[in-house]
């Protein structure tokens, strides 16, 4: 079961008035409005990506999309100048209940898990635990990637499991409903039972295609674990949370109850609520990241600084460049990377059960968003904020 967002299209990133293509802002257009008002501008500037043909649709407010997807609740926060211009949480945790979203809501990263687990790796290639380019069996000691024809000559790396040229398999997780069995992280990599996912494996020459693979990511989360001796959501703690100040994150699975109590319930399509609340997710570095859009925001922003050299980042200028250059198609390390110049941008997409997220940055200029739903149908909704807010602060976007 693939519940994967697309994050390889190349259409439309920001909403429909913000295509590849489109003319950036011009050059004499008048200054950003004050705080307050640009909140109120993009809460009352969605425009809707499903109007019927033929139709032009007309700006509409973001309360009115969440009802029209049927999503109970979201959060946002936008980076403007190199800081959190503003965060806010919109709706409630659960549609049958009354307690509100706030900007320490948890909500469930999904794939966004990656960048970080990327980020992670990254610091530990840095501290020479292992190579970018070397072969990831070398450093695997419970489990390594089974052997085949496929990998006689090329070898599974860091470097192809970031860009998803390694050859494993499995795309994505669908996650265990609370109460039911859930696999130990060997038993997800084996496919076995209580596994609801298939062996991860290679089964075409690494570096050979790209094919987004979760099970990748998989085997990244038990490189990291050995590397560092400790479980990985500790590991993670450690390389990234506490020093991207994303001290409201956990990689824990599931939550602590006193955790979760406070954290949003995922919803389905029709509006009803996921059984438990949320699925719970053994593969971690994949898809197991429960978090906020500030504490998100400060990673991107702990990557824009690093990018552009300034003070001691999670990692060096020369890595962090690396990892904000394409390395194929439009796949940097961990993230896609689109646009050139000042309409470069670094992005990934997440999409849990009952979640979905995105979160943006500029390579340049300190500017970036991430928008955390708690539905199903939030993908759209998501890139209709993005829209908004990239015409109200009149972002550079196109190629």
Known sequence: ????????????????????GAASAPPQSPPVPARADRVQL???????????????????????????????????????????????????????????????????????????T????????????????GDVNAHLSTWRVPENGFTQEQKVTLRRIL???????VSGFAGYERGQPVPTLLQVLTGTPPANSETVQVDTTPG?????????????????????????????????????????????????????AGAAWGHY???SAVDGGSRVHPEQAAAGLWSTPSDLARLLMAIQRAAAGQG????????????????????GLGFVVMGDGERRIF?????????????????????????MTNGDAGAALVEEILGSIARVYEWPVGN
């Open 312 to 331: 001691q980042g999670l990692l060096s200028p020369e890595m962090t460049r690396e990892m904000l250059t394409p390395q194929v198609g439009p796949s």
């Open 269 to 271: 399509n029709d509006g």
């Open 163 to 169: 860009t998803h040229t390694s050859g494993l398999t």
């Open 42 to 116: 993009v809460e009352q500037g969605l425009i809707p990506q499903d109007a019927p043909d033929g139709t032009v649709p007309t700006a509409t407010s973001l309360h009115d999309r969440m009802r029209h997807y049927r999503v109970p609740g979201l959060s946002v926060a936008v980076i403007e100048g190199g800081r959190i211009d503003w965060a806010k949480g919109y709706g409630v945790l659960r549609a049958s209940d009354s307690v509100p979203v706030d900007t320490l809501t948890l909500f469930q990263a999904a794939s966004i898990s990656k960048v970080v």
């Open 208 to 260: 050979d295609t790209q094919r987004y693979s979760g099970g990748g990511f998989t085997v990244l989360q038990l490189l990291i674990q050995e590397a560092t001796g400790r479980p990985f959501e500790a590991a993670l703690d450690e390389l990234v949370l506490r020093p991207a100040g994303m001290t409201h994150s956990s990689f824990e699975q599931p939550l602590p109850v006193s955790t979760a």
């Open 1 to 20: 079961m693939n519940l994967l967002a697309p994050i390889f299209a190349t259409a439309c990133f920001f909403g429909l008035s913000a295509c590849a």
């Open 347 to 371: 992005r990934h997409s997440g999409s849990n059960v009952g979640f979905r997220a995105r979160m943006i940055g500029y390579v340049q200029g300190g500017r970036g968003a991430v928008v």
């Open 118 to 133: 990327t980020v992670a790796a990254l610091r530990l290639v840095e501290n020479g635990r292992f190579l970018l380019d």
